[in-house]
């Protein structure tokens, strides 16, 4: 028989809608004390209650009840796709890593199956600040997952494939231009100082002095091995990172946790 999931549903709709216990349980005419023993599973709902608290949620009874069987791939992609067409395009960096929080959360814990390992009562991936949550790593012998401030790293290591030594050489001399300590204080202020308004952005050598407390020489030393794209105006460069290297800042923020 399948195992009642209905204290976990009522939890999971609650923290969707974005409403406390105490909300819910106005919105149904029941006390404080009854929505937390529904959700820490001491008691469950009456069966006369059920309809009502569906149609709270806008599910059905078996939706309700965690009879639902799990939607396929194809749904899946379907509903996703939907998702980012009918939201804003300028949001779609957001979607995607609210969904990616899902995604390391559902790996964290195995599928749901084992363990979540933190408060349970914590709405991990409903939470509308999850870069907030400082980081996490599963690191598994068939993949793993990291999630460090505002970036998300998932893989899957059955489709790992063998580096080759030009691979290798590659990434030792990607990764020998930014061990230095100045290029790296260079290299997030400029990224700090322009990712609001990237399209127009370009900041000077003071300004990016200032930013980070180093000398105007040492900024220029550090902005030689660094992949920026330079602009003359009037009688000032200016700088900013290259389009393509946007994405250095977040991703060399997940070494510190190695």
Known sequence: ????KINEQIAFLR?????TQEELAQALGVTNQSVSKWESAVCCPDIQLLPDIATYFGVTVDELLGYKPAD????VYLSIKNLFQE???DE????????AT???????SRGYKQYIPWDSDKSY???SEPYKWGWSICSEPEGCTMHVGNGIFLSDQKYWQNIKSTDIRNIFSSLESLCDIN???????IFELTVHDFDNSYVSIDEISTKCKLSAETVQKAIDMLPIEIKDDDCKTLYRLEGKCMHLSSLLLMLRVI
């Open 183 to 189: 290029a790296l204080k260079v290299l997030y202020a």
């Open 92 to 99: 779609s960096f957001s979607i995607a890593f609210k969904l």
């Open 15 to 19: 923290k969707q809608k974005g409403i």
């Open 1 to 4: 028989m399948t195992e009642l």
């Open 125 to 127: 991936g409903l939470d």
């Open 102 to 108: 899902f995604l390391h959360e559902g790996a964290m």
């Open 87 to 89: 939201s804003p395009k």
């Open 72 to 75: 396929s791939f194809g749904s």
